[in-house]
T-cell receptor
Framework: ETGVTQSPTHLIKTRGQQVTLRCSSQ?????VSWYQQALGQGPQFIFQ???????GRGNFPPRFSGLQFPNYSSELNVNALELDDSALYLC????????????FGNGTRLTVT | GENVEQHPSTLSVQEGDSAVIKCTYS??????FPWYKQELGKGPQLIIDIRSNVGEKKDQRIAVTLNKTAKHFSLHITETQPEDSAVYFC???????????FGAGTILRVKS
């Protein structure tokens, strides 16, 4: 069974730039959720994708957007990067919505300078 | 919205002793409470979870208890080992596995 994989593992961007993070869900899982984890804090829910559509969103501005593809993989896009966007971005997959626990990948560490 | 508070923020125990981490939540509609372990450089790993129709759940050295009336739940680790050292997060949600609200984490150090 293949777990959740994320790429890249680390990324450095400049304020104002745009970034795309990628996630492949665990084998058999069709739902992907994204979380932001600032240093020393717990993860915060950004949004969830199910059947290629956004299915719930946390308290994040519209410059955070995502996609889910037919193979259930997903992208997180962040436009107009700000220094406070520096964090570990975690992808988690599950089977359906409200049907199974979340399994996380190891994340992408984004640094905005 | 939901708010989850977690205590203590750091916990040091001697190998073989027990460790207890406590969380409180604010939204009485929450009905799913997982616990995650996060090691350095890795993502959170689910170690145990409990749903609101159960008061206690155990898996080998790990147990979770839930008090819905008081809106708090706890993680108990018995016979701690050095490999239990990590950051532990509690979380709560209204749906099984969805839109988790996390606590701030507890750094557990097991001294050998």
């Amino acid at each position: 069974e293949t777990g959740v994989t994320q790429s890249p593992t680390h990324l450095i961007k400049t304020r104002g730039q745009q970034v795309t993070l990628r996630c492949s869900s665990q084998s058999g899982h069709n739902t992907v959720s994204w979380y932001q984890q600032a240093l020393g804090q717990g993860p915060q829910f950004i949004f969830q994708y199910y059947r290629e559509e956004e299915n719930g969103r946390g308290n994040f501005p519209p410059r955070f957007s995502g996609l889910q593809f037919p193979n259930y993989s997903s992208e997180l896009n962040v436009n107009a990067l700000e220094l406070d966007d520096s964090a570990l971005y975690l992808c988690a997959s599950s089977l359906g919505t409200g049907n199974s626990p979340l399994h996380f990948g190891n994340g992408t560490r984004l640094t905005v300078t | 919205g939901e708010n989850v508070e977690q205590h203590p923020s750091t916990l040091s125990v001697q190998e073989g002793d027990s460790a207890v981490i406590k969380c409180t939540y604010s939204d009485s509609a929450s009905n799913y409470f997982p616990w995650y372990k996060q090691e350095l450089g890795k993502g959170p790993q689910l170690i145990i979870d409990i749903r609101s129709n159960v008061g206690e759940k155990k898996d080998q050295r790990i147990a979770v208890t839930l008090n819905k009336t008081a809106k708090h739940f706890s993680l108990h680790i018995t016979e701690t080992q050095p490999e239990d050292s990590a950051v532990y997060f509690c979380a709560a949600s209204k749906e099984y596995g969805n839109k988790l609200v996390f606590g701030a984490g507890t750094i557990l150090r097991v001294k050998s």
